[in-house]
């Protein structure tokens, strides 16, 4: 290799805080490398958000489809080609990656590297470029943006069956006839529901005695309800202890259940019980910078790593692992670095939504959360089928749930379990940003009959105060 060539700024990772920070570090004058393992657009593009939706849309015309005579239509037989659905995704995909990849390499300033980075020691990177050259980086700032993959199992067995992650089971190009789903949380709900919709046999297998453990227990106990009217069996409580082939082409899992060991036959096995960060090949302790004991990249408030000038950004770190979290970091880096400001990622709220059908809208404390720190609050909640607009269009699954403070009538949290939750819930945290009292939603005018006017009748419904 040559000398080191030296940049301004390096960045390891074009995920959703990667791409648009590069620009921006660009942009306002300083020299910027920004290294690429696979494809732009981190998880989010290329293997989450966007193929996971595009394809939860295509679960959802199949669902309306078959319930056309629900609302008078009569439609003939309903088969799904999962070879067009996976072709559709893949084509959104490819526009979105593509896009995001010109943009990069029309930035004066940036120099997009496709390749593996590895840490040779402080501020300097070695880059095992695609074509199979190497170069060698420094630079006065790094940033690290390398995001997560699927987690491995321990499952006894596994290396002896076929099985699919989050990443490998979008590429099927046939409907599973029976899909076991290994796994409780928002990966393996969106899954499952999406491959029943499609037309398999669904079996979730969860380790805990809920699902989303993160939820209310009336929450997760709503959602389990949603999936098992929709046809999909749920075992609880059931540890995963072995899988096998079950002749040529059915896997076997053996699970010890509250009621013994048990065994379930199925033809596809989807595995979706976490994530791990991408910093095993990084040789961190080059550059001194520290991880946990998980191998998430440790940083302040500030994305600041353990090593001088070198900030985790985006799941890498650990904590929330959506997008407009790394996104929200790229903003961070950006005000701190870039605008002489002193941002940080305390106390911001974390709004996210899980694509299932309906959707579950999230923003802010729980009723767990609030009465663990010892809130004085007031609860409100209204089933879905108490909303005109649900009902008008025979969508009334699911509750609307808020969490108010007894003493100020703040709106603290909510969620909303039901017809565009995710939208719903994005109003309450516009109200919850602005310090709105809930009696303001109470009693403002909406526009008849949009989901919206719900609000009027959620905050007169409170089950009582501490």
Excluded at 123 to 131: F, G, R, W
Excluded at 164 to 169: A, G, L, P, R, V
Excluded at 330 to 350: C, V
Excluded at 361 to 383: F, N
Aim: with cysteine.
């Amino acid at each position: 290799m040559s000398q080191p060539d030296h940049y301004d700024a390096l960045i390891i990772g074009a995920g959703q805080a990667g791409g648009p920070l590069a620009t921006s570090l660009a942009n306002a004058g300083r020299r910027t490398a920004l290294v690429e393992r696979a494809h732009v657009g981190g998880t989010c593009v290329n293997v989450g958000c966007t193929p996971t939706k595009t394809m939860v849309a295509s679960a959802r015309v199949a669902y309306l489809a078959r319930r056309a005579a629900d609302y008078g239509v009569r439609t003939g037989p309903i088969s799904v080609e999962m070879a067009t659905v996976r072709q559709r995704k893949r084509d959104i995909v490819e526009s979105f990656r593509g896009g995001s990849e010109r943009r990069l390499r029309k930035t004066e300033g940036v120099d997009l590297l496709m390749g593996e980075a590895c840490f040779t020691g402080p501020k300097a990177v070695e880059v095992h470029l695609a074509d199979g050259s190497r170069r060698a980086l420094t630079a006065e700032t790094i940033f690290l943006n390398t995001g997560c993959r699927p987690a491995p199992s321990p499952l006894d067995g596994l290396d002896t069956v076929p099985f699919c992650d989050s990443t490998s089971i979008m590429e099927l190009d046939v409907v599973p006839e029976h899909l076991i789903v290994l796994g409780g949380g928002y990966i393996a709900l969106e899954f499952g529901q999406m491959f029943r919709r499609f037309g398999s046999r669904v079996t979730i297998v969860n380790r805990g005695s809920r699902l989303l453990p993160r939820e209310d227990p009336d929450i997760a106990d709503a959602v389990a309800g949603v999936l098992r009217e929709d046809g999909i069996e749920i075992l609880l409580g059931a540890a995963a202890r072995r899988v096998e082939q079950d002749g040529t082409d059915a896997v076997r899992l053996t699970m010890m259940t509250p009621d013994g060991e048990q065994a379930l036959t199925g033809s596809h096995l989807l595995i979706a019980a976490g994530r791990t960060p991408n910093t095993d090949g990084l040789n961190l302790e080059a550059a001194g910078v520290r991880t946990d004991e998980h191998g998430y990249v440790t940083a302040n408030e500030h994305l600041a790593t353990s090593a001088p000038d070198v900030y985790a950004l985006g799941d890498v770190k650990g904590g929330p692992a959506f997008t407009h979290i790394s996104y929200d970091d790229f903003r961070i880096a950006r005000t701190n670095l870039l605008e002489g400001g002193h941002a940080t990622t305390t106390d911001r709220l974390l709004p996210y939504t899980v694509f299932i059908d309906p959707q579950l809208g999230r923003v802010g404390l729980t009723e767990t959360e609030a009465r663990a720190r010892g809130r004085s609050i007031k609860v409100a909640k209204m089933p879905m089928s108490r909303v005109a607009r649900a009902l008008e269009t025979d969508e009334p699954r699911g509750l609307m749930k808020a969490v108010v403070d007894a003493e100020t009538d703040k709106i603290l949290g909510c969620a909303i379990l039901g017809l565009e939750g995710g939208e719903l819930m994005s109003m309450l945290q516009l109200a919850i940003m602005g310090n709105l009292p809930y009696t303001v939603l109470r009693d403002a005018i909406f526009a008849h009959p949009t989901l919206a006017e719900s609000f009027n009748n959620l905050f007169a419904s409170f089950e009582g105060a501490d």
